[in-house]
């Protein structure tokens, strides 16, 4: 693909700005049918919208063009329609919308469903016309639905507890999907139902606090072999199964880690599989007849997605802490830039390792080059809780490092990547735990003469603002200031309003709802805690939030406002974060300003 040459930087615009403004392309999807078209998100005029790719001629033609951007996507099978979801500023409640491949901004889009609107929680498509659909809605839980050529929508399936659409099998026999009928949406059971009846063709449940979780059929027709992901030896592992005879296979990959992906090679005689390694996360190429396991793409940095492609290449969505993204082959050869100029690159990430009460916690340090400490310090808190932080690119981070702070990321018990007990462990005593890790780091860095104690940053988003907040009340002495994005602030109040799949996984969480467990609730609630705030706090709230809603936002506000506390809060109008480049600029602005009229000099 040739690319025109980038623009020449401004030299008036400081470098994070120029990394939130950078041009962003995520990895292609491509049709399982035609596949030289593909579908992928990408930025134009600073707005994150779904574009076609044409993998022959390297054409990238915008499809959408809305208020605040476009970022769930897929293509049909045949590549002659991609399919988007349409909801309101972000608030994650809409319905899906078909649009030619290829088409100009609003040509040609519709609504083939014809559903309620509701939240997504699936789409899979058959080869005849037809779509498995899953959905939900406070009225219903979880709905799975199929929708023929003129008929009218048929349901599958039907709980209050969370389930989602994995998959629906290459003869349209089959429909696989999770669910978690027995009450913990973080530990799945596996169902595969009959496409015609929607009789039960297998279950597959491996007991409590162990997830099975179907990932995908086999791409060959008449194959009823399904990928299934399982943590049976404490760590997310992989295994085959075939739904006709029940038989099943496990995946030996013999390499450290756990599994972060998986899918199917075109002819599936073998899987492209990410697995995550001390906050890295590689790609390899499975054989599933030999067993060989073999390495694919970066040895180092993160691999944020891959696929397989027909002719045996595959592509790789690739970063590092001082590289931007790019998407790649597996020979390294640039697929697809993404248009304007590139990131600013920044600096690379350290590994440090610090004794914590649960075990041997992993962060991430990053330094200003040159710098001498103590430095002042950002604790920036990821999200989740299931997830955790990588060495792979972010503006936000850098930013901070281009301003002369130490960083320092946290891998607290409850993050992926370290196996199923770590992950778990934060059930004890929810946020509190990851609390008492990241406490443990800090002091670390402070003791090693990193850190300086008296300008300690605490920072997060969604999960990570939620410990933001309740570390600042139940570790007052501890930061010197608070940036909380999008936080769980009183949980109770956030419970009433958030999504149903978001109830569903808080229910899970404490074992049970606010009415029947309201002393855990309130025990991790960092409304509780509001009156021991002593530093001063930076909130930023999404209006349209379905996951951290602005009620309960609201709430923790007027409670520092009562009692005088210095707090600050920041409102915008979307969702769980923006994909607009403007946004996220005057939110950095905002921070740093908050910063620096507040933090020790």
Same mark, same amino acid.
């Given at each position: 693909?040739?690319?025109?040459? /980038? ?128 959905? *939900? ?40 999907? +999770? ?80 599994? /972060?992906?998986? #899918? ?52 790789? +969505?690739?970063?590092?802490?001082? *590289? ?123 003791? /090693? ?27 007052? *002495? ?17 419970? #009433? ?6 109830? +569903? ?55 520092? +406002? ?40």
């Amino acid at each position: 693909m040739s690319t025109p040459p /980038a623009p020449a930087p401004n030299p008036d615009v400081p470098l994070w700005e120029r990394r939130f403004r950078a041009g962003r392309v995520g990895l292609p999807e491509w049709a399982q049918d035609a596949p030289q078209r593909c579908v992928v998100e990408a930025t134009v005029g600073g707005v994150l919208e779904v574009h076609s790719f044409d993998a022959g001629t390297g054409a990238l033609t915008r499809l959408t063009e809305r208020a605040e951007g476009t970022s769930t996507v897929t293509i049909e099978p045949s590549g002659e329609f991609v399919w988007w979801f349409d909801d309101t500023d972000g608030d994650e409640h809409g319905v899906w919308r078909r649009q030619p491949f290829g088409a100009a901004p609003g040509e040609g889009v519709e609504d083939p469903l014809g559903l309620p609107a509701a939240y997504s929680a699936g789409l899979a498509f058959g080869r005849s016309g037809r779509v498995v659909v899953g959905s *939900q809605d406070d009225g219903y839980g979880t709905r799975v639905q199929v929708v023929e050529p003129g008929a009218a929508a048929r349901t599958l399936y039907e709980h209050r507890e969370d389930a989602w659409v994995a998959d629906l099998s290459p003869d349209e026999e089959f429909v696989a999907i +999770a669910h978690s009928e027995h009450g913990d949406s973080r530990h799945p059971d596996l169902r595969v139902l009959r496409l015609d009846d929607a009789s039960t063709v297998v279950e597959l449940a491996d007991g409590p606090g162990r997830g099975v979780t179907p990932i995908a059929f086999s791409p060959v027709r008449g194959d009823g072999r399904l990928l299934v992901e399982h943590e049976r030896g404490g760590r997310s592992e992989l295994l085959v199964l075939d739904v006709v005879t029940g038989m099943e296979i496990p995946v030996r990959l013999d390499v450290p880690g756990e599994v /972060a992906g998986a #899918e199917w090679t075109r002819d599936a005689t073998g899987l492209v599989v990410l697995v995550d390694h001390e906050a890295r996360t590689l790609a390899h190429l499975v054989d599933l007849g030999t067993g060989a396991v073999r390495r694919v793409g970066p040895s180092t940095g993160t691999v944020g997605g891959a696929t397989a492609r027909p002719d045996g290449d595959v592509w790789l +969505a690739w970063s590092s802490s001082a *590289q931007p993204p790019s998407v790649r082959t597996r020979t390294g050869r640039v697929l697809l830039r993404a248009p304007g100029e590139p990131a600013p690159p920044s600096v690379d990430v350290r590994d440090v390792w610090v004794d914590g009460e649960g075990g041997r916690v992993h962060a991430l340090l990053r330094t200003p080059p040159g710098a001498q400490g103590p430095l002042p310090l950002v604790v920036e808190v990821h999200g989740g809780p299931t997830h955790h932080d990588t060495d792979s690119f972010r503006p936000y981070v850098a930013t901070w490092v281009d301003e002369g702070f130490a960083v320092v990321q946290v891998n607290y018990r409850g993050s992926t990547g370290y196996g199923s007990a770590w992950r778990d462990a934060l059930d004890a005593r929810v946020g509190h735990v990851e609390l008492a890790d990241i406490a443990a780091v800090a002091d670390h860095l402070v003791a /090693a003469g990193i850190a300086d104690p008296d300008r300690v940053v605490l920072a997060g988003a969604s999960w990570g603002g939620f410990l933001t907040l309740l570390g600042l009340g139940t570790q007052p *002495q501890r930061w010197a200031l608070g940036l909380a994005g999008v936080p769980v602030a009183d949980y109770v109040a956030a419970y #009433e309003d958030e999504m149903e799949g978001l109830k +569903a996984f808080d229910r899970s969480l404490f074992g049970g709802s606010p009415e029947q467990v309201p002393d855990k609730y309130a025990d991790s609630s960092p409304i509780t805690y509001v009156d021991a705030v002593r530093a001063p706090v930076l909130v930023l709230a999404g209006r349209n939030d379905p996951r951290c809603p602005i009620r309960q936002i609201d709430n923790y506000l007027a409670r520092l +406002a009562a009692r005088g506390a210095a707090h600050e809060v920041y409102r915008y109008d979307a969702g769980h974060g923006s994909l607009r480049d403007d946004e996220r600029v005057r939110q950095m602005r905002v921070e740093l300003d908050f910063v620096r009229r507040h933090l020790p000099a």
